[in-house]
Structures are given as structure tokens and as C-alpha cells.
């Protein structure tokens, strides 16, 4: 395989063979095709796209690039949930433990943050001691023994991901619907799960544009996990403002413990329960949807649910006393309270511009070898719709120094919109999508 070939041909429009992706990662994960080749051809693809037979074969090149997970022997079925990436959204810290107590095995591979969005690796190790680099051996001996573990990609499991997910953050590559999909789905059919649930994010802070390519982003996976044979349920969700109140690593973690312990802002459990209620049903522990609400609910007003947390924290070398007191977490060195520049409506908070200030701030990464400050963000209070006067406080700002604090305030000052009128913010669940079709969730 000559790989400029390759590369030639997607830059110029044409079609890849699947026996030629699978030259093409495997030499990548050899070394035999370099970290600039491959971006060259992530943006060929970026700029052309893939039909869904080539998004297809990438995906099972990408899955096979390494070893896989295999769980069939705990003879339950095994479900994990994947958003396609957001700000503020902290539903996988909640869902795993959750899910996992009522009896469900969870075996979860994770990202990191990409582009603007924020990754459940990076918030996870915001967690002292807390590793995310776990050996596939070690992920199936915890799913045996407590039925939940958070992973990541590494140089054993679907390194083509690892690679390929480093290079689509640092090349403005990340917002193509086949690139999220194969990586996504090649990390997800590696698990060897027996159902999954999607959160596909639509609006300004997600990965893909609108409402079809949304649509487009779930039913491409729903049905790579059906010719892999692993149901997939998909739930578009918006994202035209974060989720929660927290924007940021640590905080992240903290609003997440709260959540388990009954606390979590509204937006953030409807969007929990709706998958949550999904996982279970998938998994086998509830019929319906509100007998699955209801399991969900006893599991955290009993502390099960922030126990299961605390296991997995513990079996992956972390500090599980955060559960108790998050104040372990890192700290940001200033803080400062943001208010409302005039009297109205909270019109919009956008999520892209904080997402990059977080990035900014040192949240995110800009290049592949950027250090994470975990303690660093946002809280903000305020959400679309809200009613504020002059002055009301609506945001925090948690940065490293006095520098990072002006860049904060001026990310809010443009992100955070008051007008007289309030706007029409996208319904906060507003599609299902699975094989039998999309239907209308709002
Ligand atoms: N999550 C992933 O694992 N990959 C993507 O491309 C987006 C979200």
C-alpha cells in the first residue's frame, strides 16, 4: 500500500476499498504511516466525508487495530452509554456507578476532551490517584468483580483511536459525522456489549451542526451497532446551552457526586434519567421506562448509587473519600462571581465560547501534549429563559490567576446573552433513534 495514494484519492474525492482502510490503520498503529500522513487524511475526510459502507469498514479497522474486551462469560448483558461530545456534560459520572448499581455490568470506554467539548477521562482523573489507563486484563477482572469499569483507549485497546482522537484535536478535525462515529462505535463494539445507549448532542456546543446531521450522527451508529449485533438506542439531546451548572474538570467531578446524592441540577437528571431509563431496559432490570425512573431514583436516595462511585474510584487507584468530600478535589488559585451586565432575559448561553475559554483557561488541551488544570471553569447558574436584575450574580469564574479571571469574564461576557426577550432554546430531549426508526421524544 502506498499510502499517498490513499490519501490522494479521499483528498480528491473518490473512495477507499475496505480491505485498503485496514492497510491503512494498521500501518498507522505500525508506524509505518506517520502522525502527518494521517492528519492529512483526516482532513480529506473531514472535507469529503465517507459513505456509510466506507464509514463501516474504518470502524472495524479502527476496533481490530488492538486487542478487545471479551465479557461474554458473565453471561448478563453488558450496556454502556457514549455522548457524542458537549459542555457541561457530566452525564457519564453519573450514569456508570448509577446503572451499574441496580445490576447492570458496565464496562465504559471513555474519551478526552476534544475540540471544545469535554472529556470523561480528564474529568475522572481529576480524582487524586484516579487512573484511567487501565490494561484489558485489569478492566475485565473490576467488571467481574464490581460490574463497572471507566477506561480508556491506550496502546492495547483500539490505539487507532487513541492516535487518530489526538490528532482530530489538534487539526480542527473533530466535527465530521464519520470520524465522531467510527471512533466512537470502534471503542464501543471492542467492549463486547450486548446494548448500548447514544446521547447524540445537537446545537452550537456539539460536534455536528444541526438537526439532520444529527440525525445522520445516530443512525449511523445505531446501525453499525446492529450489524455488529449490539442494540443501540439513541437519544438526541440539546446542546444549545452546557448541561448542569458546571463547566470544567474537578467542578465537573463535584457536580456529578451531588447528582448521586440527590442533588443535581433538574436539566442535567432529566437528561440522566432518560438514558439511565434506556441502559436499564437494555440491560434487562426494568420493563419500562418508569418502572426504570423509579429504580433509578431508590438507587441514589439510598447512597447505593454514590457507593457503586465510590468502588469504582477506589478499584481504580483514586481517593474514594471525594464521594464524602469533594473538597479533596484540586482547587483553582482565584475565583471570582460574574453578574448580570443589565436587568432581562437570560437569551442564550452559549456553550461553544465557553468551551473554548475553558480550553483557554488550561481546562482543555490545545495542542497533543498540553497539561490539564483540573480545578479550573465555570459555574453558571443562569440558564435561557431565566429572569435576571443588574448585578445579580449568574456565574463564578475558577481560574488559575488573576489572568485567567479576565479572560473568564470576558468568555461570559459575550456567552452569556441578556436581552428583553427570552429565545426559544431547543427541547432538551427531543428524538429517539433506533432501528425501527426516529421518533419524537418532546
Ligand atoms: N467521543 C468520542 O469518543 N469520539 C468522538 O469523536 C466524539 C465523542
Not at 499517498?4 to 492497510?23: H, M, N, Q, S, V
Not at 464490581?146 to 496502546?155: A, D, N, T
Request: charged content about 25%.
Amino acid at each position: 500500500m502506498l499510502v499517498t495514494r490513499l490519501i490522494e484519492r479521499k483528498r480528491d474525492g473518490g473512495r477507499l476499498e475496505p480491505a485498503e482502510w485496514t492497510a491503512l490503520i494498521r500501518s498507522y498503529v505500525a508506524g509505518d504511516v506517520s502522525d502527518s500522513q494521517m492528519a492529512a487524511m483526516l482532513m480529506a475526510i473531514y472535507v469529503h466525508g465517507l459513505d456509510r459502507m466506507e464509514t463501516a469498514a474504518l470502524t472495524d479497522a479502527m476496533r481490530r487495530s488492538g486487542a478487545q474486551l471479551s465479557l461474554a462469560h458473565l453471561g448478563g448483558l453488558r450496556v454502556d452509554k457514549h455522548s457524542t461530545g458537549g459542555v457541561g456534560d457530566k452525564t457519564s459520572l453519573i450514569l456508570a456507578p448509577l446503572v451499574s448499581s441496580l445490576g447492570v455490568a458496565v464496562p465504559m470506554m471513555s474519551g478526552r476532551g476534544l475540540g471544545h467539548t469535554g472529556g470523561t477521562l480528564d474529568k475522572l482523573e481529576s480524582i487524586p490517584g484516579m487512573r484511567t489507563d487501565l490494561t484489558l486484563a485489569k478492566a475485565r477482572a473490576q467488571v467481574e468483580r464490581i460490574g463497572c469499569v471507566v477506561m480508556g483507549q491506550s496502546s492495547e485497546v483500539v490505539p487507532a483511536d487513541r492516535g487518530m482522537y489526538a490528532l482530530r484535536n489538534a487539526t480542527a478535525t473533530a466535527e465530521s459525522v464519520p470520524l465522531v462515529a467510527s471512533s466512537i462505535m470502534s471503542k464501543k463494539l471492542a467492549e463486547d456489549l450486548t446494548g448500548l445507549v447514544l446521547d447524540v448532542k445537537r446545537g452550537s456546543g456539539s460536534l455536528v451542526h444541526d438537526l439532520d446531521e444529527a440525525l445522520e450522527l445516530a443512525g449511523t451508529m445505531v446501525a453499525l451497532g446492529d450489524a455488529n449485533g449490539c442494540e443501540v438506542v439513541a437519544l438526541l439531546t440539546a446542546m444549545d446551552r452546557p448541561l448542569g451548572r458546571a463547566i470544567g474538570n474537578a467542578l465537573e467531578v463535584e457536580e456529578a457526586i451531588h447528582a448521586l446524592s440527590g442533588e443535581g441540577p433538574p436539566d442535567l437528571m432529566a437528561v440522566t434519567y432518560a438514558l439511565g431509563a434506556e441502559m436499564l431496559q437494555l440491560g434487562g432490570v426494568a420493563a419500562d421506562a418508569d418502572e426504570a425512573r423509579r429504580r433509578m431514583e431508590v438507587a441514589i436516595s439510598s447512597g447505593q448509587a454514590a457507593r457503586k462511585l465510590q468502588e469504582v474510584i477506589e478499584a481504580q487507584g483514586g481517593n474514594p473519600g471525594v464521594v464524602d468530600d469533594p473538597a479533596v478535589l484540586p482547587q483553582a488559585g482565584a475565583c471570582e462571581l460574574f453578574e448580570a451586565p443589565r436587568r432581562g432575559f437570560v437569551a442564550r448561553v452559549e456553550p461553544r465560547g465557553i468551551g473554548r475559554a475553558l480550553v483557554a483557561l488550561g481546562g482543555g488541551r490545545a495542542g497533543p501534549d498540553d497539561r490539564i488544570d483540573p480545578g479550573v471553569g465555570f459555574v453558571i447558574t443562569a440558564k435561557p429563559g431565566d429572569w435576571v436584575e443588574l448585578g445579580e450574580p449568574v456565574a463564578t469564574i475558577f481560574a488559575r490567576d488573576d489572568a485567567g479571571i479576565a479572560t473568564g469574564r470576558a468568555a461570559l461576557r459575550s456567552s452569556i446573552v441578556i436581552a428583553d426577550e427570552a429565545d426559544h432554546p431547543l427541547p432538551l430531549i427531543s428524538h429517539r433513534v433506533t432501528m425501527d426508526g426516529v421518533t419524537r421524544a418532546d
